[in-house]
């Protein structure tokens, strides 16, 4: 036996052991052992458990200026301190990948359902046992109960209502690569809602016709940015015409500013570019707070779904249909803006694959 063996190091060790003869050696390690035990001093599972019981640890792919009052009212409401780390959702799924049962997350909040996807395809994922679980469709869920869609966001052009007119938009975003679009159009390849909105793509018109697409927006200038939100901004101040992005970052601009001449357009019923895709959370299966991560799902499921209906700026769509009335009258519903049909829940699969095609056209891919 040795202090090693007891998981830890005292700077005098052997001066103490060589005074003592070997049976008393033995004897006052197994004692320190025990009072180690007792204590939780030198256990580290132990000392976990004790963070364990006021605390969470969120891998955060939504950005701060989306979440962070939502977040801020589970705090108040459980008690419990959360410690984020925010990110932009394919880096902090590579993260999740590479740390494995390391990690310290306990839940993964993703921009879109594919980031999660692909954790879960890792088996890096535990079972949802939130009650609010049961209520979320199954189009917005996973299968084996490892993941949950939020939010649902619709894939839009969004653009400078000084510079184009809505009679002027296209009907299908395929049709971005004719020269009439040449340098109008931005993108954000590196982002997860793009790379998901892509994936999507290829389950609905095949690898080769979303490959050619992807060559003909670089080749017709589009223009790429890192975010959305910067999309958003960027077709505000008349910098690009118009953008791809999702349908709440024109809700969040107009929020901060209500004249900006700024408009969502939705594509055509059934178009790769009215995909609608969903913000999404599991729970890992290393995180040292399970409790309190499961507690965090079910107020997402249930306070959270009110707020990003009511409260939020950016009226995302509550997953659980029962919370969708509360959205404003001017937002389209879900039916109306009806994108391909894609299941959410293949959308990981397919996820690395797309950044190499990305990447491979020339774009950033994360």
């Not at 004790?50 to 589970?74: H, M, N, P, Q, W």
Request: aromatic content about 8%; glycine content about 8%; charged content about 25%.
């Amino acid at each position: 036996m040795s202090w090693q063996i007891l998981g830890i190091h005292l700077p005098h060790e052997r001066p103490i052991l060589k005074h003592l003869h070997p049976a008393r050696t033995v004897l006052a390690l197994l004692t320190l052992a025990l009072a180690l035990a007792a204590t939780g001093c030198g256990d580290k599972s132990t000392a976990n458990n004790a963070e364990a019981t006021d605390s969470l640890v969120i891998y955060s792919g939504r950005e701060a200026e989306l979440v962070k009052d939502v977040y801020a009212k589970f705090e108040k409401q459980s008690g419990v301190k959360l410690e984020i780390r925010y990110a932009q959702t394919p880096e902090l799924a590579a993260t999740l990948i590479e740390e494995g049962k390391n990690t310290r997350a306990d839940v993964f909040y993703a921009q879109d359902a594919s980031a999660v996807g692909s954790v879960a395809k890792k088996g890096l994922l535990a079972p949802i046992t939130a009650k609010s679980f049961a209520d979320v469709p199954e189009r917005f869920r996973n299968a084996d109960g490892v993941w949950t869609g939020i939010t649902g966001r619709v894939r839009t052009q969004i653009y400078n209502t000084d510079k184009l007119k809505a009679d002027e938009l296209p009907a299908s975003v395929l049709e971005l690569t004719k020269p009439t679009w040449k340098g109008r159009v931005a993108i954000a390849p590196g982002n997860s809602s793009f790379q998901g909105f892509v994936t999507a793509m290829r389950e609905t018109i095949g690898d080769d016709k979303t490959k050619a697409w992807l060559e003909g927006m670089k080749a017709n200038d589009v223009k790429t940015y890192e975010t959305n939100g910067d999309i958003a901004a960027a077709v505000a101040d008349g910098e690009v015409d118009s953008g791809l992005v999702n349908h709440y970052y024109l809700y969040e601009l107009l929020a901060e500013n209500p004249d900006a001449p700024a408009a969502n357009h939705f594509f055509k019923k059934g178009d790769p570019g009215t995909f609608v895709n969903a913000s999404a959370a599991g729970v890992l299966k290393a995180g040292k707070n399970q409790a309190n991560a499961q507690k965090f799902i079910e107020f997402m499921l249930s306070e959270g779904q009110t707020y990003f209906a009511t409260e939020a700026a950016e009226k995302e769509y509550p997953v659980v249909a029962s919370y969708r009335a509360k959205l404003p009258k001017s937002l389209p519903s879900l039916d109306e803006v009806k994108g391909p049909d894609v299941s959410l829940d293949t959308l990981g699969d397919g996820l690395p694959s797309t950044v190499r095609m990305i990447e491979s056209i020339g774009f950033p891919g994360t």
